[in-house]
């Protein structure tokens, strides 16, 4: 298999959503006293992992999902406080080294705040990673996923076949193959298994093992 474009999802990929949360649902003043004394153990307790998204969501949470996630958006003190996962930065570095053209794409209900996030937290690399981010709502699918890798095919001259995304939600896998492109499925602190319909796809844990798939099954030519 040819590859020579890696798709990044930032959450749950790159950077660490659930810490976020956890900092988000123990320290909000709305939420600290229903939630100050949970353990990290217990977030899929709190936010029930539902087979759609298969990883954490504030939208899961039973009765105050839509609040709890407006709420987050507009907390940029938690909105903004997920760091990068370890060897992250230099993972990216190591691919861009070898020739692979590195993005990453995010739907996010306010583009410039999180692109101006994102170009800081990832700015060590932000001379040869590209940073894609859209509006919510501006494409009609669930996920934009399906929609901004099919504009970045266009916009940037790359072949589906030959690209990668590496993505923690299970929705995404399916925007992944409906674009024509190679789903990888990364596995983060609290994810779900892949459906029986989804098992081909490959898993990942960390960045290591990614490198490790990729030198196995891949070429550049």
Same mark, same amino acid.
């Given at each position: 298999m040819i590859i020579k474009n890696i798709f990044w999802d930032v959450d749950g990929v790159l950077a660490n959503l659930n810490y976020a949360y956890y900092n988000f649902l123990t320290k909000h003043p709305k939420y600290a006293p229903m939630y100050g004394n949970i353990t990290w153990e217990q977030l899929p307790e709190v936010l029930p992992i539902v087979p759609k998204y298969g990883a954490l969501e504030l939208k899961t949470h039973p009765t105050l999902? =839509? $609040? *709890?996630? @407006? #709420?987050?958006?507009?907390?940029?003190?938690?909105?903004?406080?997920?760091?990068? @996962?370890?060897?992250?930065?230099?993972? /990216?570095?190591?691919?861009?080294?070898?020739? @692979?053209?590195?993005? &990453? *794409?995010?739907? &996010?209900?306010?583009?410039? =705040? !999180?692109?101006?996030?994102?170009?800081? %937290? %990832?700015?060590?690399?932000?001379?040869? /990673?590209?940073?894609?981010?859209?509006?919510?709502? !501006?494409? *009609?699918?669930? =996920?934009?996923? $399906? #929609? *901004?890798?099919?504009?970045?095919?266009?916009? @940037?001259?790359? !072949?589906? $076949?030959? &690209?990668? /995304?590496?993505? #923690?939600r299970i929705y995404n896998q399916y925007a992944t193959i409906n674009a024509g492109a190679n789903p990888i499925r990364y596995r983060c602190e609290f994810t779900s298994d892949l459906p029986e319909e989804l098992k081909w796809i490959p898993e990942v844990r960390s960045m290591e093992e990614l490198k490790d798939w990729l030198n196995k099954n891949t070429t550049m030519e």
């Open positions: 999902g =839509t $609040e *709890m996630d @407006y #709420d987050f958006c507009h907390s940029f003190e938690f909105f903004t406080n997920r760091p990068l @996962y370890p060897n992250v930065i230099e993972t /990216l570095k190591e691919f861009h080294q070898k020739g @692979y053209r590195q993005f &990453t *794409m995010s739907a &996010t209900f306010d583009v410039e =705040t !999180k692109t101006k996030f994102l170009n800081k %937290l %990832l700015a060590p690399v932000t001379d040869f /990673l590209t940073i894609k981010c859209v509006q919510h709502g !501006k494409f *009609m699918h669930d =996920t934009a996923k $399906e #929609d *901004m890798l099919k504009s970045c095919f266009e916009e @940037y001259g790359l !072949k589906a $076949e030959e &690209t990668i /995304l590496v993505d #923690d």
